[in-house]
């Protein structure tokens, strides 16, 4: 699997210990920077190269870090075709691919240990979309409302 990751200064070192991991797991990691520890960058030149990598070759997955991840996951969700999720247990790592189809992994490097962190990666790159009608539906709803910007319509109240 290639994998696209972008990270500001609070998460180079667990981007540079996810790049190490991948590739020992078999994986193609695209280090899309910050390239060196620079304790006053800005995460979206990274996120959003990492998330527009993604975005443009199918069947990758992308992994995006700051402190909290919140900065990243709006700044990878701004990418046209990008399905971020914030991850912080392994359900919702999980549950962002099962679920959700999540093309792209936020994560906070300062919130979780290196363990918990590899393993949100480790959950996210093995599980599979459940393709289950529900979440298809949804998936199209938010496809065509980016294509669009039309909301979905309301469901009947009964």
């Known amino acids: 699997m290639r994998v696209f990751l972008g990270s500001d200064h609070a998460g180079f070192e667990l981007k540079e210990h996810l790049v190490s991991w ?25 996120v959003l190269r990492a998330a527009e ?14 402190g909290s991840g919140n900065g990243e996951v709006i700044a990878a969700n701004k990418v046209k075709g ?11 790592a999980a549950l962002a691919r099962e679920h959700n189809d999540a093309n792209v992994i936020s994560l906070g490097a300062r919130q979780h240990d290196l363990a918990s962190a590899t393993r949100f990666v480790e959950l996210f790159i093995e599980t599979a979309y459940s393709k289950e009608p529900r979440h298809t539906r949804r998936i199209e709803m938010l496809g065509d409302y980016e294509r669009t910007g039309k909301l979905p319509p309301l469901p009947r109240q009964t």
């Open 53 to 66: 990598r993604t975005a443009a070759e199918p069947g990758t997955l992308g992994i995006v870090i700051g």
């Open 82 to 92: 990008v399905r971020a999720a914030l991850v912080w247990s392994e359900d919702t």
């Open 22 to 46: 991948l590739e020992a797991n078999g994986h193609e990691a695209v280090d899309c920077g910050a390239f060196e520890y620079d304790a006053v960058d800005d995460y979206p030149p990274f």
